[in-house]
């Protein structure tokens, strides 16, 4: 299974903008669909976003749409969420996670189809 690391989280200002990555070794990114899952304090984890292998398709949780990006490089080993006018509900510990996929085009919604996931970033938006 591929391995990730996630980077960028900290501390930012409510209507800021941060960007975090995931590095990932041990696999071919290419083969596996990425995602971004966040744990906000006392909450389950949620979807974020979604990006298929080759970045032909990308999904959003409804109320992130228009604020959160995500983008990845394979040749890079590196997948992005950009996210921009942050506010305190996106207080939260954002998670990576791939799962391997035949099809190409696939975008992974279900966190429970993810088999790898990262350590987690923290992201604190203050007021």
């Known amino acids: 299974q591929v391995q990730l690391v996630e980077s960028g989280g900290g501390l930012v200002q409510t209507g800021g903008s941060l960007r975090l990555s995931c590095a990932a070794s041990?696999?071919?990114?290419?083969?596996?669909?990425m995602g971004w899952v966040r744990q906000a304090p006392g909450k389950g984890r949620e979807f974020v976003a979604g990006?298929?292998?080759?970045?032909?398709?990308?999904s959003y949780a409804d109320s992130l749409k228009g604020r959160f990006t995500i983008s990845r490089d394979n040749a890079r080993n590196t997948v992005w969420l950009q996210m921009n006018s942050l506010n305190a509900e996106d207080t939260a510990v954002y998670y990576c996670?791939?799962?391997?996929?035949?099809?190409?085009?696939?975008?992974?919604?279900?966190?429970?189809?993810?088999?790898?996931w990262g350590q987690g970033t923290q992201v604190t938006v203050s007021s």
């Open positions: 041990g696999g071919t990114l290419s083969l596996y669909a």
């Open positions: 990006i298929s292998r080759r970045s032909s398709r990308t």
């Open positions: 996670a791939a799962d391997r996929r035949i099809y190409p085009n696939t975008v992974v919604t279900t966190l429970s189809d993810y088999d790898s």
